[in-house]
């Protein structure tokens, strides 16, 4: 089944608009809609309180696809939507984005979009520092090192130093030095780092208290349930 996944976003972002965009890309795509879920729960509600979409997320099954107009409709920080989306390609399921357009499976795994849940964590990040000191709201723009991404961290699983990893890509150290810091590499690849995002957003089972059993790097397919 494929299903397109609309959530109710701050600002003026609607729910129509959403859908519109994703049946664009279906029909540009030959993606066939076969059904949807409209979520409409507030944009800033943590993962483990929106219970309506844990619900749904586990009635997803092996070879499901859903579609998202943007990551931002999975969740609100970068460990809450690295969560969701380890367990959906655990799970077997297809994620594709709309905005820009990307499709993410177990084969192509996290490195495809981290640039994106990177980013997105930069951006919720300096928006409440703009509403703390009252500036205008605003995104920051993408790296030149984003392009560089899925080399960076096999280099950075491989235990590369950064000055070896910017003798690779013929670039700056002391810039990919910054750039590894800013969007938290080490920390993603961290498997205490997974566990402690996973303890804070909970995706419970619904008979018991427990979270899917997700992990950044899974081989084997795992049957849902």
């Known amino acids: 089944m494929t299903y397109a996944l609309i959530r109710q976003l701050s600002g003026d972002e609607s729910l129509l608009q959403?859908?519109?965009?994703?049946?664009?890309?279906?029909?540009?795509?030959?993606?066939?809609?076969?059904?949807?879920?409209?979520?409409?729960?507030?944009?800033?509600?943590?993962?483990?309180?929106?219970?309506?979409?844990?619900?749904?997320?586990?009635?997803?099954?092996?070879?499901?696809?859903?579609?998202?107009?943007?990551?931002?409709?999975?969740?609100?920080?970068?460990?809450?939507?690295?969560?969701?989306?380890?367990?959906?390609?655990?799970?077997?399921?297809t994620l594709r984005i709309v905005s820009p357009e990307l499709v993410v499976d177990r084969e192509t795994g996290l490195a495809r979009i981290l640039p994106l849940i990177v980013r997105l964590d930069e951006t919720r990040q300096k928006r409440e520092r703009d509403h703390r000191v009252g500036r205008p709201k605003g995104r920051r723009s993408a790296s030149k090192f984003d392009v560089h991404l899925p080399q960076i961290m096999e280099g950075l699983k491989a235990d590369k130093s950064v000055s070896a990893i910017a003798r690779e890509l013929n670039v700056s150290r002391s810039s990919l030095k910054d750039y590894i810091e800013s969007r938290r590499l080490k920390e993603i690849l961290d498997d205490s780092w997974l566990e402690r995002a996973k303890r804070n957003h909970r995706i419970a089972e619904a008979a018991e208290p427990a979270e899917l059993a997700c992990t950044l790097h899974h081989n084997t397919a795992t049957k849902h349930t």
Do not use: W
């Open 18 to 93: 959403q859908r519109a965009a994703i049946v664009g890309y279906a029909e540009r795509n030959g993606v066939p809609l076969e059904s949807e879920m409209i979520e409409f729960e507030r944009a800033e509600r943590p993962l483990k309180e929106r219970r309506s979409f844990q619900d749904f997320l586990h009635s997803l099954h092996e070879g499901d696809q859903l579609v998202v107009e943007r990551i931002e409709v999975l969740g609100a920080t970068m460990e809450e939507v690295i969560v969701v989306i380890n367990c959906m390609l655990s799970h077997g399921v």
